[in-house]
């Protein structure tokens, strides 16, 4: 894991960033999430961190490099979605319903539970990984350089961080063959479901409200196409998407074990100190 601070500027940035606008409006839905879940993953990994005994230094200092780069996810997906907001300013409740759910999570819930979320949520980025470097090919082809690069960026560094909140909830909960079953295995799927159902509903009524706004003027030719385009964005994730994360489900997952996708870490090493797209200057997490 590295820090790395990604040289894009959003000033430009369009909703339709690619032929298929309903593609673009679910990665656009999609890009509000981290705005909110960043900055609380690194709550619960800083609580997290505190929990785990001091011999744990190699865990802990994975933590910490965890948490620089979700800060750093979280603020660049801040200043996208700003431009985003400027034409669909209807998507601002629904954030605001999911930056109070995620805080109520940190109120009531256990850290157990929140250490599960997390794991719940990171068990979604070896899959949107692979999907973004092997699978969307046809989705990407003239798509706009500024949004395709942050969702690479974002997604290889997801992958590259992938066993971090698995690892802290397995030592916290789950040492042993005893307590694997019941602390481990079944309590992480049934968080698993939980974080699935929550964020899949969350990104469909952003994404709704995205795609309606656009059919209020369209012809019954460009509604016919949006419709169209939809139903391919909805069989990506059921044929594509979901079969990659089944596997999150099993009593043996390991995300250590995830095959890295293909062109990942030659398109990553750009995004390095020295690299075309990255910046020089140290970065931070922020909570």
């Not at 964005?233 to 489900?249: G, R, S, T």
């Amino acid at each position: 894991m590295k820090a790395r601070s990604p040289r894009i500027d959003y000033s430009a940035v369009r909703p339709h960033w690619t032929k298929n606008h309903e593609f673009a409006h679910h990665q656009n839905a999609t890009s509000t999430i981290p705005t909110y879940i960043e900055p609380y993953l690194i709550k619960v990994m800083n609580r997290a961190k505190e929990a785990l005994p001091e011999r744990e230094v190699e865990l802990r200092q994975m933590i910490d490099m965890f948490n620089i780069q979700e800060g750093q996810h979280a603020r660049q997906h801040a200043v996208f979605n700003r431009r985003i907001r400027e034409f669909y300013p209807d998507i601002l409740p629904l954030e605001m319903k999911l930056k109070a759910e995620l805080e109520t999570f940190l109120e009531t819930k256990s850290l157990r539970f929140n250490v599960a979320y997390c794991e719940g949520f990171e068990s979604m980025g070896p899959p949107a990984a692979k999907i973004w470097f092997e699978d969307s090919d046809e989705y990407l082809e003239g798509a706009d350089y500024e949004p395709v690069a942050m969702w690479k960026w974002h997604m290889a560094e997801e992958f590259e961080h992938r066993e971090v909140c698995y690892r802290v909830f397995k030592r916290l909960y789950a040492r042993n063959p005893f307590t694997w079953i019941w602390n481990g295995w079944l309590y992480r799927i049934y968080v698993l479901r939980f974080v699935l159902k929550h964020l899949g509903e969350y990104t469909n009524e952003v994404r709704k409200v995205m795609v309606k706004q656009d059919r209020r003027n369209m012809t019954p030719e460009e509604l016919a196409q949006s419709r169209e385009n939809m139903g391919a964005v909805i069989d990506m994730l059921k044929y594509k998407l979901l079969p990659l994360i089944k596997p999150a489900f099993s009593p043996f997952y390991d995300p250590a074990k995830k095959k890295t996708p293909r062109g990942m870490d030659e398109y990553l090493a750009r995004f390095d100190k020295g690299g075309d797209m990255g910046r020089d200057e140290p970065v931070g997490a922020s909570a």
